[in-house]
Structures are given as C-alpha cells and as structure tokens.
C-alpha cells in the first residue's frame, strides 16, 4: 500500500455493506502497519457487536440474554447500556422512537445499536492514533479529522428513488450523518402503538441527521422519519443537530450548513 494513498476497506456488516477510509496523512505519520491493524480491529469490533446484538441470530448474546440464557458479565452490561439510551429515546421522542416492534412485541434495538456500533470503531481507530478517517455501515457514516490539509471529508447522502443515486453532499469534520427511509429495510418504522401505522405513511421518503455523535444521529433519523418533515422542528431543538429531508417529488428541504446538492 503507497503512503501516498488513503487506506480502505469494506466488507458486509449487520446486513449491509461496512466501509473505512483513513487519509493519506494518517498513512503517511502511522505507516501501513499501524493502519492496517487499526483498520482490523475496527472491523473486528463492528463484527463483535453484529454478534452481540443481531435479532436475527439465535446465538447472538442478545438474543440469548432475552431467552434467559446465562451470557458473559461485559456482555450483560453493553446490552442493558443500549437498553438504557432506548429508554432515554422513547422519553425524548415521547415514545416515537422505541425499542419493541409493536408487531410482534420483540425487543429491537437496531435504531441505535448501528450509529452505536460506529461510534465504537470510531473509538478504535482513534485508540490507535488515527486522526482522519471515514466509518461507513449503510446509510450511516461518522467522519473524523479531515480528508486531507486542504479539505474536510464529503459525505454522500443517497437519493432514495436511485439505488446509486446521490442527492446531497455534505461535508464533515468530526461529524454524523444518519439517514432513515425505506431504501434498504423497507418500512421497518413504526409510528407509536400501532403496528399498522408505518412511518413510509408520513409523507417523505428519507430523513438524514448530521449531528457530532453518530448513535444520537441514527436514532434521531428514525425518529425524524417517523414524525415526517415535522420532525425537522424536534431534531433541531437538540443542540448541534440539523436535518435533511427528501419528499415524494424528490425534492429536498434543509436546516444544515455545509449541504450542497449532488
């Protein structure tokens, strides 16, 4: 690998796609060696939490600790952490954002665990002295430091009428940009009680979050998404976070600086 390139790797994660880019300059001071190790133990800690919190695992530590089983202690102590900041969400959100599928009455903590799970390799790489890199796991990414000395990193926010089309860049020094909608999951969004209420019915068709923490990003575009373009009013009252909000004509509305269209 040339010290005169970014660093990358993506690999399929939580049911989508993960990636992470680390700078030139962070090659560069660190070497290859260093990188590469940061850039395993990020993806081994993204893998880690798949592992612990999937629903769709049988064997996944979460799935274990709701059927009683007898799970690690570190374990125990992550699950009931995110079951807190869940908590904490559907206070906020009063009861918008939740943790149960009203369906089916399952315990579901996927609007927080992937901008948590993030937020934890963004620890590791950092753990490793790297300064300036992108973490990418679908439709949410957290970017640190900067893509080089002249310019910060730019963040593609899809359009949710193209599989690979891009509506809006941002850019982003020490930022999350989160985006909810029904591109990859489908309406996966509930609106309060009732299981027939999805959040598609809210008239838009993705809510993106930027905001300086990533698992409050994520969870705040769910919440977003499911209150519709009013959602914009309750994301902005929380310090540092701004929106965008794609409606059905594709047209796109705004509250957040350093948003340009694609």
């Known amino acids: 690998m040339s010290v005169e390139t970014?660093?990358?790797?993506v690999f399929p994660v939580m049911g989508t796609m993960g990636s992470i880019v680390v700078s030139a300059t962070d090659v560069e001071r660190?070497?290859?060696?260093?990188?590469d190790a940061a850039l395993a133990a990020a993806r081994n800690c993204l893998d880690g939490l798949e592992q612990r919190f999937s629903h769709y695992r049988r064997d996944s530590?979460?799935?274990r600790w709701v059927a009683g089983e007898t799970v690690a202690a570190d374990a125990v102590a992550e699950i009931e952490h995110v079951l807190r900041e869940c908590g904490r969400l559907h206070a906020d959100s009063d009861g918008i954002f939740r943790a149960r599928n009203p369906r089916t009455h399952a315990l579901d903590t996927a609007g927080y665990v992937k901008g948590y799970a993030i937020g934890r390799a963004v620890e590791?790489?950092?753990?490793?002295?790297?300064?300036?890199f992108v973490v990418g796991v679908g439709g949410d990414a957290f970017a640190s430091g900067a893509a080089s000395?002249?310019?910060?990193?730019?963040?593609?926010?899809?359009?949710?009428?193209?599989?690979?089309?891009?509506?809006?860049?941002?850019?982003a020094t020490d930022l999350a940009v989160a985006t909810s909608g029904t591109a990859e999951r489908g309406d996966h969004i509930w609106v309060g009680d009732d299981p027939t209420v999805v959040a598609a019915n809210m008239g838009i068709l993705s809510f993106t979050v930027i905001g300086p923490d990533v698992a409050e990003?994520?969870?705040?575009?769910?919440?977003g998404f499911a209150m519709g373009e009013a959602g914009m009013a309750w994301v902005a009252g929380h310090e540092g976070?701004?929106?965008?909000v794609v409606r059905p004509d594709g047209s796109a509305?705004?509250?957040?600086?350093?948003?340009?269209?694609?």
């Open 6 to 9: 970014n660093a990358r790797l």
């Open 30 to 35: 660190l070497g290859s060696g260093v990188v």
């Open 61 to 63: 530590d979460i799935s």
């Open 124 to 132: 590791d790489l950092r753990a490793h002295g790297l300064r300036n």
């Open 149 to 171: 000395d002249e310019r910060p990193w730019t963040i593609a926010v899809q359009d949710p009428r193209r599989s690979h089309g891009i509506l809006a860049m941002v850019e």
């Open 217 to 223: 990003a994520d969870a705040y575009a769910t919440v």
């Open 241 to 244: 976070y701004r929106s965008i």
């Open 253 to 262: 509305v705004s509250d957040a600086a350093l948003v340009s269209a694609a």
